[in-house]
């Protein structure tokens, strides 16, 4: 049986409680199509916020074959690392586009993830500027803020309830790309 790695083995947002960066998440994942992740055919809907957040606009995809290879690829890697990380779950996968929009702002407004075990970002920008916008914030303990920018092949790992968003994209002609997936707990 592998044993498990230790939390203090990887980046870890210390001040944030229960939350995990992990670089370098998918070995192989630049060998990956990932365009067709994100691919008009595959567009499922602009996501449907609360009216206090109607300014907010991400494109989803409907999570094809590859998103959820790569889906228990990222999960494998948590598991080895999460000592409480549940023996039966269900996995949710999706691929989310942020863009910046004339009418309204690509970002994802302050939210906890409530009801799931975990929520999960893995970047999929190959390069990404930090001017650009589009950076993660956690709420930590400390009554503060930490922030991440994105950064290809790093996942962050959200224990529920942890308030986050993400800010807008600035740039015009700029398109953040990440995966999510949320693992719940199955009794």
């Known amino acids: ?24 998440t998918v070995e192989d994942l630049e060998q990956y199509d990932i365009d067709s992740m994100f691919h008009r055919s595959n ?21 094809n074959d590859l998103v959820k290879e790569i889906g228990r690829k990222v999960i494998d890697k ?12 269900k996995l949710i996968y ?20 409530r009801g799931h075990y975990i929520g999960v970002t893995l970047f999929m920008n190959q390069y990404w500027n930090k001017d650009w916008g589009a950076w993660n914030y956690v709420y930590n303990d400390n009554d503060g803020i930490d922030i991440n920018i994105p950064t290809f092949n790093r996942t962050i790992v959200l224990y529920a309830p942890r308030l986050h968003g993400c800010t807008p994209v600035w740039e015009r002609d700029k398109v953040r790309r990440s995966l999510q997936f949320f693992v719940d707990t199955v009794e």
């Open 1 to 24: 049986m592998k044993q498990k790695k230790d939390i203090s083995d990887i980046a870890t947002i210390a001040s944030c409680g229960k939350c995990l960066i992990i670089d370098n």
């Open 43 to 63: 567009h499922k809907v602009i996501v449907d916020w609360p009216d206090k957040h109607k300014h907010f606009y991400i494109d989803q995809y409907k999570p």
């Open 78 to 89: 948590i598991r080895e690392y999460d000592k409480e990380f549940p023996e039966q779950y």
């Open 94 to 113: 999706g691929a989310h586009e942020i863009r910046h929009h004339e009418n309204t702002l690509g970002g994802i407004a302050p939210h906890s993830d």
